[in-house]
């Protein structure tokens, strides 16, 4: 099956928007979730945000407010608008489709990831 595949990164300026995409034909169907993580280069990879199969949202503290998740099931598509980018918000982008075997057991496919680069 065909990995995520993240598009709709790039180059802004502070305070300037990006909207993320993510295709997950392979998998979307079979998930309980889909997420977008970033990762800088020497970071840990950390969440940004997740939407459950029945459509709710988390984001990480950071981002509430400004990054909106939100998902197209018929087209196995998950986006990521993200308003009022900052340089901290400088990092890959990767998109993550995760499937659930059962309680407490979890897998996670991971897309390539795209750069993100918000200058001042």
């Known amino acids: 099956q065909e990995l995520p595949v993240e598009s709709g990164g790039g180059s802004v300026q502070a305070g300037g928007s990006l909207k993320l995409s993510c295709e997950a034909s392979?998998?979307?169907?079979?998930?309980?979730?889909m997420g977008w993580y970033r990762q800088v280069p020497d970071g840990e990879r950390e969440l940004v945000s997740i939407?459950?199969?029945?459509?709710?949202?988390t984001y990480s503290d950071s981002v509430k407010g400004r990054f909106t998740i939100s998902q197209d099931r018929a087209k196995s598509t998950v986006y990521l608008q993200m308003n009022n980018l900052q340089t901290e918000d400088t990092a890959v982008y990767i998109c993550?489709?995760?499937?659930?075997?059962?309680?407490?057991?979890?897998?996670?496919?991971w897309g390539q990831g795209t750069q993100v680069t918000v200058s001042s």
């Open positions: 392979g998998y979307m169907a079979s998930s309980c979730g």
């Open positions: 939407i459950s199969s029945d459509g709710t949202t």
């Open positions: 993550a489709a995760i499937l659930c075997h059962g309680p407490g057991s979890n897998s996670v496919i």
